[in-house]
T-cell receptor, first 111, second 109 residues
Framework: DGGITQSPKYLFRKEGQNVTLSCEQN?????MYWYRQDPGQGLRLIYY???????QKGDIAEGYSVSREKKESFPLTVTSAQKNPTAFYLC??????????FGSGTRLTVV | DAKTTQPNSMESNEEEPVHLPCNHS???????IHWYRQLPSQGPEYVIH???SNVNNRMASLAIAEDRKSSTLILHRATLRDAAVYYC??????????FGAGTRLTVKP
């Protein structure tokens, strides 16, 4: 079955450390996205990529970085510059106007 | 700026129809109207989308006003599994979707 795989499901990070969240899709979608969700809130766009080797900042890109070296993969790095990284992170992909497919998310906690 | 306006919460009884409204008065001619729903601790799930005409699929129906400034997601018979946060979203370019706070639907048995 085609879909999006996010790993790990739960992640704990010490303050001052960088951490990378994985997102892989086998849907052959061109576009991929990263969103952040805080408790009781909607999703906020961090970064998106419409094609390989190209990506754009979303509304809350500060403290995050991404790469898009392969069509299937769009990893997100949460850097030490992100002041409040504890959140639920969602990856998605899309093709045209057909709608987005989301992964099951990674819950990041800073300890 | 919020592109869509939805009520914060709604309640429904099980097996009754539910009409979830969404206002999008600043919609442009090329904006598609998308609906997603999200269960707790899960990623959002695509429900339906449309441009001008009403749309039906196995999950729901989408009724779009003639002036396209509002739309309504219709669940024909609500079940307990339909309890979720429902998001109405305008896709205003090909690949760039912003989510608002959505409507939290509670379904009572």
């Amino acid at each position: 079955d085609g879909g999006i795989t996010q790993s790990p499901k739960y992640l704990f990070r010490k303050e001052g450390q960088n951490v990378t969240l994985s997102c892989e899709q086998n849907l052959n979608h061109d576009a991929m996205y990263w969103y952040r969700q805080d408790p009781g809130q909607g999703l906020r766009l961090i970064y998106y990529s419409q094609i390989v080797n190209d990506f754009q900042k979303g509304d809350i890109a500060e403290g995050y970085s991404v790469s898009r070296e392969k069509k299937e993969s769009f990893p997100l790095t949460v850097t030490s510059a992100q002041k409040n990284p504890t959140a639920f992170y969602l990856c998605a992909s899309s093709q045209g106007y057909a709608g987005y497919t989301f992964g099951s998310g990674t819950r990041l906690t800073v300890v | 700026d919020a592109k869509t306006t939805q009520p914060n919460s709604m309640e429904s009884n099980e097996e009754e129809p539910v009409h979830l409204p969404c206002n999008h008065s600043t919609i442009s001619g090329t904006d598609y109207i998308h609906w997603y729903r999200q269960l707790p601790s899960q990623g959002p799930e695509y429900v339906i989308h449309g441009l001008t005409s009403n749309v039906n699929n196995r999950m729901a129906s989408l009724a779009i006003a003639e002036d396209r400034k509002s739309s309504t997601l219709i669940l024909h018979r609500a079940t307990l599994r339909d309890a979720a946060v429902y998001y109405c979203i305008l896709m205003y370019n090909n690949n760039d979707m912003r989510f608002g706070a959505g409507t939290r639907l509670t379904v009572k048995p």
